[in-house]
């Protein structure tokens, strides 16, 4: 298949701004994909060459990725920059230099989506001494042999910044129309392969049949099942399941997916990064602890502050593992794993399976060591043994508990009713940062302040809900700002909407927890979601969150709805009690 294709589509998602739109393009390509060059086209679709959960960079910057343009046009470095900085893309400006150079140029052989793919999936590995200049003369070669418009987007692809607007999420749409199968299907295999490169394969050999067929594999991570929140607390638990429930500490640590194939174990995030490598001390205890010879189970690593004996903020403990590395943190901070589920083990499935069984085959394959634990957990429906095990469990330091739908099964990426929050503190809002504003005073040369973006479950674009300046240590603030630089952007991203004009704009990864006091209807409509926060402050960056999981501009409406109610009740109350006094004063 000729990359040309490809490069035709890009440049057709970039002109097209409608989700629809972008949909059809989506659909039509790959309709037009041959079965068997799907995966590739996928991947590239998505700006990369690996599932999302191998953590591959190409490892090349912008400054090397200059000088291939440069090899490839015959345009010296200093044209290049001066290009740069009147359009502000290097994907343009390659465009622009081999447009220029096109009468002198005879293609030899068109580029292939092959040839693109092999090319940039191969730049990783190519290390040592001279790495550098290999990887430009690897880049150059592609660049030589596109036509313009590929140069732009093979340009795009190895930075790693497609600007097209394909989320994750739109491809589930696409994939469903173009070989006529059910989005529902489609996002189910989805979440149980994390890969939409084997998801769109199998629907296009095999359409709805093909789908049905794609099941867990161990190193292949699952998209987590998530929780929703109680808002009518430990009524709205026992109203919702029945009467009774599950119910376990609610630990404040990293969400962990533990895939065990023989001796080999690996760990996956919730947001599916491989982390094996950042908790070597965690290994063997799971290789022994699980005794099952293959297994997929999940839980929360924890760090234990070895002073107080309480669990850490996690945030601390990936800060602390990056600075001081992980051999002196293994000393510092010690990690345990608590374990609340198993998807398989051995030649089973388990998924299917309510919570009650699934709780049973865990303590049945684990023998818990003392870093290996399986979540303490209470199985009643009386309120006073909830209220009881929820004060011991605050006083252990944790935040709160989880409540489990006995026969609830595990719904892989589904943030759903059966698995309730209880939580006694304010709520806080994961919001994603989508632009920033350089402050004053000390703050002057930093970020002073981030406009943060809620998604909008319509359109899955991101609509601004506030402007956050405070919560910030020094510290952060000088982190941040030099995070959020390197990737900063002047126009805002396509799939934003936003109309207050930043200093900077990002591209929506970040995510902010941020708290707040009250929702509010934004003040003259100035953020697109129609909803503002007041007293918005920081918390922490959530690493472990992706854009397409932070909290919706519909969420934010009913928060806003629920809290007017409160509102309306307790106004009302007062105004009853007036009116009682007064009528008390009159007798
Ligand atoms: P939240 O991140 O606020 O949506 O809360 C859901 C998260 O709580 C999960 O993704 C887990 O990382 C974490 N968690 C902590 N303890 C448990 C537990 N016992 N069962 C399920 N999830 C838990």
Redesign the pocket.
């Known amino acids: 298949m000729r990359y040309a294709v490809l490069a035709e589509a890009f440049e057709k998602l970039e002109k097209t701004p409608s989700y629809l739109g972008k949909n059809a393009v989506i659909a039509e390509l790959l309709k037009k994909t041959p079965v068997e060059e799907m995966e590739r086209v996928v991947l590239l679709l998505l700006g990369r060459t690996c599932p999302a959960y191998v953590s591959k960079e190409t490892g090349v910057g912008l400054q090397q990725l200059k000088k291939a343009v440069a090899k490839a046009s015959g345009y010296s470095s200093s044209e290049i920059d001066k290009l740069m900085k009147q359009i502000g893309d290097l994907g343009e400006v390659a465009r622009n230099l081999l447009e220029k150079k096109k009468q002198v140029t005879l293609f030899a052989e068109p580029l292939t989506v092959k040839k693109v793919f092999e090319n940039v999936k191969a730049l990783p590995e190519i290390t040592g001494e001279g790495s550098v200049d290999r990887k430009i003369a690897a880049i150059a070669e592609l660049l030589t042999s596109s036509t313009p418009l590929e140069a732009k987007y093979v340009t795009r692809t190895v930075l790693g910044d497609l600007r097209v607007g394909v989320a994750e999420g739109r491809l589930r749409d696409a994939i469903a129309s173009a070989f006529n199968v059910s989005p529902d299907s489609v996002e189910h295999a989805y979440m149980l392969t994390t890969d939409y490169a084997v998801v769109a394969k199998a629907a296009a050999a095999g359409r709805e049949r093909g789908l049905e067929k794609l099941g867990l594999s161990v190193g292949h991570p699952v998209n987590?099942?998530?929780?929703q929140?109680a808002e009518g607390g430990v009524d709205e638990v026992l109203k919702r399941m029945k009467g009774e429930a599950a119910f376990?500490?609610?630990?404040?640590?990293?969400?962990i997916q533990v895939h065990k194939d023989g001796e080999k174990i690996q760990l996956f995030t919730?947001r599916m990064e491989d982390y094996t490598s950042m908790f070597p001390d965690l290994i063997d205890p799971l290789r022994q602890t699980l005794k099952s010879k293959r297994a997929i189970v999940?839980?929360?690593l924890v760090a234990i502050d070895p002073r107080t004996g309480k669990p850490m903020p996690f945030q601390e403990v990936l800060k602390r593992r990056r600075k001081y590395g992980i051999k002196e943190a293994i000393e510092q901070i010690p990690v345990e794993m608590?374990l609340?589920?198993v998807l398989m083990s051995d030649g089973d499935a388990w998924l299917d399976e309510s919570y009650t069984k699934r709780r049973e085959v865990l303590e049945r394959i684990v023998k818990p060591s003392d870093k290996v634990i399986v979540?303490e957990?209470l199985v009643t429906g009386k309120r006073e043994e909830i209220q009881e095990f929820m004060s011991k469990v605050l006083a252990m330091g944790?935040?709160g508990?989880?409540a489990?739908d006995l026969g609830a099964n595990y719904r892989a990426g589904r943030?759903e009713f059966v698995?309730l929050?209880l939580?006694p503190t304010l709520e806080t809002l994961d919001l994603v940062v989508v632009g920033g504003l350089y402050g004053k005073g000390k703050r002057a040369g930093f970020f002073g302040s981030y406009l943060l973006a809620a998604r909008d479950e319509k359109s899955g674009c991101f609509l601004t809900v506030t402007k956050c300046g405070s919560g910030y240590t020094d510290e952060d603030l000088k982190e941040l700002t030099g995070l959020f630089k390197k990737i900063q952007l002047k126009k805002p991203h396509p799939d934003v909407g936003i109309e207050i004009e930043c200093d900077a704009y990002f591209s929506p990864r970040i995510v902010f927890e941020t708290s707040f006091e009250e929702v509010q209807i934004s003040p003259e409509l100035k953020h697109t979601g129609r909803y503002g926060l007041r007293f918005p402050r920081y918390v922490r960056i959530r690493e472990?969150?992706r854009a397409e999981e932070i909290n919706t501009v519909q969420e934010i409406a009913k928060i806003y709805e629920e809290q007017e109610k409160r509102k309306a009740k307790v106004h009302g109350r007062g105004l009853t009690q007036q009116r009682q006094k007064r009528k008390v004063e009159k007798r």
């Open positions: 987590p099942m998530l929780a929140r376990e500490i609610k630990l404040d640590g990293i969400r919730r999940d839980g929360e608590y609340f589920d979540v957990q944790h935040e508990l989880l489990k943030r698995w929050k939580k472990d969150r």
